[in-house]
Each structure stands twice: as C-alpha cells, then as structure tokens.
C-alpha cells in the first residue's frame, strides 16, 4: 500500500529565516505530487504541483520554491520567510495519468513565523 | 483555470438533521468532483466523489448530487452525528483539483 511521509510537524520560524519542508511517498511509481497552504480558517491554496522530476508548476507568485529533486521526494522551500507564511502546509499526490482520481495527503506541517 | 464557489461558510445543525452544502464550479472540462473532510487539527480525507457521467452517488448518510448543465454539485448529509462536525471541502479538477473555501459544519447534540 501507499503511504505519505511529510516532515517536520511543527515548526516556529522567525521573520527572515529559511525553510525547508519535505514530503516523500512510498509504495507508488512516478506520483503526481502537490504542495497546499491553509491559512487559518481558510480554504486550501494549490502552491506546486509536480507531474515528474524536476517539472515544477507554480500556481501562486511568493517567496516559496518546491523542488523534487526524486520521484517521490517533493520539497518546500523559502530563503526568506515572511510573517504572511504562516499556515498549515499540506503535501498530496495522486496517481498519474488516466482521469484524476483521490488526492491522499500528508499530515501537515504547521508554521508559524514571528 | 477553475473556480469552485462554496456555500455556506458555516452550518450548524441539530443531531439527527440534515445538512446541505454547494458548490458551484466554472470550467465545464472539469469531470471530477471529491468532497473531503477536514477533522480539527487533521489532514483532509476523501468522503465521497462523483465524477461527470452521473449525476448522483450515495455512501450510507452521505450523497452527492451534480448538474453539470448549472455547473453545480452538492453534498448531503443525513441523520447527522456529533462526529458528523468538521470542516468540508468540495473540489472540481479540470487538470488538478481546486478546492472550494470549505464549510464548518457543527452538529448539536
């Protein structure tokens, strides 16, 4: 079976500071791999999404990067971290190609920058 | 790209009643239609979907109803339980899923 790995769980930044968050699945070839923000009380925000090593799409301009550097290691990262980061970071990834199925999700990585 | 609008932002219920959540959607390519449930504190976890060629879909107390010509869709809930409260989240893909703003849901016991 297939199973979503995203680390770490909780982690308080300061202003400024880098960040890097890591998610990797097991169990499953060539996934499509997503990362979400949810800001508090609010909806989930599609950030990256990956179809393969090293194809990244972007679908909010930020100071966030995501890189997959292997086929079932997807990376979040920022140089500079802003108070506005702040936020539940959800990884995902579903089975490629055919039509879009489930989307199964890590269990989150709560941020807070001061 | 897609547009999924949610309603209500919030709904509170009395055990044992229904609950009614909608979504509307604005890319008429998009053919898959999730509805996920979001505990306090948890991960998102798929409840129901339905995909384009029907037009509804039932699993025990909940179900979801479509109308790909309105470009809308619905999820139902029945016989509602305190554990029945959680945040729901509808979603529509044509390429990738966008998510509606999600509806807290509260069951009063």
């Known amino acids: 079976s297939q199973t979503i790995h995203q680390w770490p769980a909780t982690l308080v930044q300061p202003v400024g500071s880098p960040l890097s968050l890591e998610c990797t699945v097991e169990?499953?070839?060539?996934?499509?791999l997503y990362w979400y923000r949810q800001a508090a009380g609010r909806g989930l925000q599609l950030l990256f999404y990956?179809?393969?090593?090293?194809?990244i799409s972007s679908e909010v301009p930020q100071n966030l990067s995501a890189s997959r550097p292997q086929d079932r290691q997807f990376i979040l990262s920022s140089k500079k971290l802003l108070l506005s980061d702040s936020g539940f970071y959800l990884c995902a990834w579903n089975f490629a190609g055919g039509p879009t199925g489930e989307l199964f999700f890590g269990e989150g990585s709560r941020l807070t920058v001061l | 790209g897609e547009n999924v609008e949610q309603h209500p932002s919030t709904l509170s219920v009395q055990e044992g009643d229904s609950a009614v959540i909608k979504c509307t959607y604005s890319d008429s390519a998009s053919n898959y239609f999730p509805w996920y449930k979001q505990e306090l504190g948890k991960r998102p976890q798929l409840i129901i979907d339905?995909?384009?060629?029907?037009g509804e879909k039932k699993d025990q107390r909940i179900a979801v109803t479509l109308n790909k010509t309105a470009k809308h869709f619905s999820l139902h809930i029945t016989e509602t339980q305190p554990e029945d409260s959680a945040v729901y989240f509808c979603a529509a893909n044509d390429y990738k899923l966008s998510f509606g703003a999600g509806t807290t849901v509260t069951v009063r016991a």
């Open positions: 990956s179809v393969g090593i090293g194809q």
């Open positions: 339905i995909r384009s060629n029907v």
């Open positions: 169990g499953t070839s060539n996934p499509n």
